[in-house]
């Protein structure tokens, strides 16, 4: 018996409709990728909007030797970020950050997801931590796949004479993608006495 460690060996960014590519990625990691957004309404303006989304994938992690007694796929997540609305009374300020890590047993044909970190009231967001998720050891390391997405949005409307503003940055770094797998000898030596 023993522990393998099984990397992917593709990355695609960016990955999502209507993203852009993260910063520094390799096929375990990128660093740090930060979404930022602002707008503001002067009271003569027409209402304001801005969103910015990033994001990545990775898949075609290695094949194990062996017979695969179990299976665990890890990462490590930090994302840190800040919300802040300023409206005067009549006017309107709103927006949000969010960074969102899904994995997928069947190539990417449904994800569920594993982190969702997201604020869209005043204030800071800040978090992470190491994933450890146990898949059935017959699952089909072929079709796993791991994928996230940084995303910062900010509206702004206000009537003549007054003014609104929603200013959103957020930033997330994942890493150290894998697979670890526990498999034991298919063709164990025989003992002859």
């Known amino acids: 018996m023993g522990l393998q460690t099984l990397q992917p060996t593709s990355n695609t960014t960016p990955d999502q409709g209507g993203t852009t590519a993260v910063s520094g990625i390799t096929n375990t990691s990128h660093a740090l990728t930060v979404s930022s957004a602002f707008a503001e309404d002067n009271g003569a303006d027409p209402p304001a909007s801005a969103s910015e989304s990033k994001s990545a994938r990775w898949s075609a992690f290695q094949s194990a030797t062996g017979l695969v007694s179990g299976l665990v796929l890890k990462f490590t997540w930090t994302v840190s970020g800040t919300l802040t609305r300023v409206n005067d009374p009549g006017a309107s300020a709103t927006g949000s950050i969010a960074y969102v890590i899904e994995y997928s047993l069947n190539g990417g044909g449904s994800w569920i997801t594993q982190v969702n970190q997201n604020r869209n009231t005043n204030g800071n967001l800040s978090a992470g931590t190491t994933e450890t998720i146990v898949l059935a050891p017959s699952q089909n390391i072929s079709q796993v796949q791991v994928r996230d997405r940084v995303t910062a949005t900010a ?26 797998a526990t498999t034991v000898d298919v063709n164990p030596p025989v003992c002859i006495m």
């Open 155 to 180: 509206q702004a409307t206000a009537p003549p004479g007054s003014t609104a503003s929603s200013d959103a940055t957020v930033g997330g770094t994942i890493n150290t993608i894998q697979l670890v």
